[in-house]
């Protein structure tokens, strides 16, 4: 049984992200960044690297925010500066919607 | 609902339909009581996520027979804890009979438990009400003039209650709002990733050495966090696997590493993939963990609310299990006994909601966070997550590997791997007598 020798073929986070549901909300983002304190205060590095779904990502010095993919753990708000992230959760009924858990 | 702005359209406001959330609206409506429960996700469960070991003798004095009725997954009755190296795997391996009888643990999915947890709230009388995102309390100066939370406001709609209780997770929106709880710091959250593997229900049961309705649960420390404080776990399901890693903030960002590499690591690491193979991944998650231990519990009352579950920082990890989920539920029964005494006393101030942390000191609920105090500052030592593993993985080597040079006693080749070892022998006992005493 099992086949290969190989453990669970290895995913990137967009294939990871692709299997769960999502309900994107088209009109408001819960998601908004101060890209001056996100500079001054390292919260942009921060961020990038505590969000287990690429949320976040930078280019030529600016924080880019992809609010869709977000799994709403709040991990990067437990990890921002104070005024760097308003961070809430998605309004109800839209955002990821676990079926396993 | 009211024309009078002052009258309370509900006895109990619960927000977030988890584990505390539910059980407190169920045990309040059982008694009589008014409740709404209200949930942000569509569906109760849909937003909630947890490693996945449920240890249910709190939730049977609930309800006696959810092993029959719940969609729980297997019955814990083997735990292995791992220490990994790159190389190297070394285990301890606990399984007995006596953890099925009666059952210890289970496994859950929360997506499926919850949904029936909140099930029993409504069929006892709770109203659900899915789909609403809590934005904000409704508070009124108290007579002392404090501040008394007085209801929710979701939307252009407000909701008043004599009590809210705020079961709203990790972070706890509604707590830090009223400036009851503060932001916790790095080092008392870990954020935990994880994946569910689905694997044909044979393979499961010839991999892991479980048949039946049994499971196993694997927590492995070492090389798999890249040397990051936390962990790993890898939990049977009936037809997947719960895989994961747990890591500890501050840990995570002085490391240099993401989350993500972190998290690929583990799940790549050759140690795990005889387990693994052939599996198809079916979800991805994570999740905030509170992991301050008895510290980070602070205020869980203030006038008008209580805070339930891991909204009030109750989680225990001990190295050895990880626990939320069953304080979740003793911290929903202590709240649910105050809160209908407080209803029932006309008092649901502060004072009158005492009630609430006097049943919780006297739970197994603060006793085993006041036990396992020690236990976070000890799983804080940087030994645990890189030396230890392959210290051990080195005196094991040398006892079974037996090259034809003469063989020595296991005292002797253990203080031979201590000399190659980047640990002293004098932190090694440190960190020992630390474990001892937070353990």
Redo the contacts between chains.
């Keep these: 049984?099992?086949?290969?020798?190989?453990?669970?073929k290895?995913?990137t986070?967009p294939?990871?992200?692709a299997?769960?549901s999502f309900?994107v909300d088209e009109d408001e983002s819960h998601i908004v960044v101060d890209q001056e304190l996100c500079r001054t205060t390292g919260t942009g590095a921060?961020i990038?690297?505590?969000?287990?779904?690429?949320v976040y990502s930078e280019q030529d010095g600016l924080i880019l925010v992809d609010q869709a993919a977000c799994?709403?753990?709040?991990?990067c708000?437990?990890?921002a500066a104070p005024g760097a992230l308003t961070w809430?959760?998605?309004?109800?009924?839209s955002?990821?919607?676990?079926?396993?858990? | 609902m009211t024309s009078d702005a002052t009258e309370p359209d509900f006895d109990v406001i619960v927000v977030g339909a988890g584990l505390a959330g539910s059980v407190t609206a169920y045990r309040l409506a059982e008694r009589g009581l008014s409740v709404v429960l209200i949930e942000r996700g569509d569906v109760p469960g849909s937003k909630n996520l947890s490693g996945g070991v449920l240890y249910g003798r709190v939730l049977e004095t609930v309800f006696p027979d959810y092993l029959d009725e719940a969609p729980v997954e297997r019955r814990v009755t083997r735990h292995v804890t791992t220490f990994l190296t790159p190389d190297s795997a070394v285990s301890l391996d606990y399984s007995a009979d006596g953890l099925a009888e009666p059952v210890n643990a289970v496994t859950v999915l929360r997506a499926k438990f919850d949904v029936w947890l909140a099930g029993k709230a409504e069929e006892a009388g709770a109203f659900l009400m899915p789909g609403v995102r809590v934005d904000s309390l409704l508070t009124e100066p108290g007579p002392d003039g404090a501040a008394t939370v007085v209801g929710v406001r979701a939307g252009d709609d407000e909701l008043r209650a004599r009590v809210v209780v705020a079961a709203d997770g990790v972070n706890s929106f509604l707590a830090r709002s009223v400036g009851l709880r503060p932001k916790p710091p790095t080092n008392h959250l870990a954020v935990g990733v994880k994946a569910v593997i689905r694997l044909p229900r044979v393979d499961i049961e010839s991999r892991f050495g479980v048949s039946g309705d049994r499971g196993a649960a694997h927590a492995i420390v070492g090389d798999c966090t890249l040397g990051i404080g936390g962990g790993g776990f890898l939990y049977t399901n009936t037809e997947s696997l719960s895989l994961g890693v747990v890591l500890r903030l501050d840990d995570l960002l002085r490391s240099g590493h993401t989350a993500i590499e972190a998290f690929e690591h583990f799940t790549q690491h050759p140690g795990l993939a005889q387990y693994l193979r052939g599996g198809e991944l079916i979800e991805y998650g994570s999740h905030l963990v509170a992991e301050g231990g008895y510290p980070m519990v602070g205020e869980v009352a203030m006038n008008g609310m209580l805070v339930a579950g891991e909204a009030a920082g109750l989680a225990i990890n001990s190295g050895l299990t990880v626990r939320g989920m069953d304080l979740a539920i003793g911290s929903a029964i202590a709240a649910s006994d105050a809160i209908a005494e407080a209803v029932a006393s006309g008092d649901t101030s502060e004072a009158g909601l005492a009630g609430y942390r006097r049943r919780l000191d006297e739970s197994f609920v603060m006793q085993d966070m006041r036990t396992y105090a020690r236990a976070p500052k000890f799983l804080e030592r940087p030994g645990m997550y890189g030396p230890y593993g392959e210290l051990i993985a080195d005196v094991l080597h040398h006892a079974f590997s037996l090259d034809g040079t003469p063989r020595q006693h296991l005292l002797t080749v253990a203080r031979h791997a201590l000399k190659r070892s980047p640990v002293a022998l004098r932190q090694l006992i440190s960190d020992g007598w630390a474990g001892v005493r937070a353990l």
Excluded: D, F, H, K
């Design positions: 049984m099992g086949g290969g020798a190989s453990t669970v290895p995913t986070v294939e990871r992200l299997v769960n309900q921060a990038i690297a505590v969000c287990p779904a690429s799994l709403e753990c709040g991990t708000l437990a990890v809430r959760y998605p309004r109800g009924g955002g990821v919607s676990y079926r396993e858990g």
